[in-house]
């Protein structure tokens, strides 16, 4: 059981080593770039709730 958990966290370190990490730029500009679309989506999706508000309330209630 030991034996195959040390193998295991080896394999681990070993694919952890072969991963391409972003540099500190592109990982600031992906982030921007998340955040700005998700601001968007956010304005899209609150525009529209406020706008189905009003129409509800003017035609229905």
């Known amino acids: 059981m030991l034996a195959k958990l ?3 966290l080896k394999e681990v370190k ?3 080593k072969k991963i391409n990490w ?3 730029q592109k990982t ?3 982030t921007i770039v998340v955040l700005g679309i ?3 989506v956010a304005l899209y999706l609150g525009g529209l ?3 189905f508000t009003l ?3 003017k035609f229905v209630i």
């Open 6 to 8: 040390i193998t295991f």
């Open 14 to 16: 070993m694919e952890v």
């Open 22 to 24: 972003p540099d500190r």
């Open 28 to 30: 600031t500009r992906y």
């Open 38 to 40: 998700s601001l968007a």
């Open 49 to 51: 709730d406020f706008l």
């Open 55 to 57: 129409l509800l309330e």
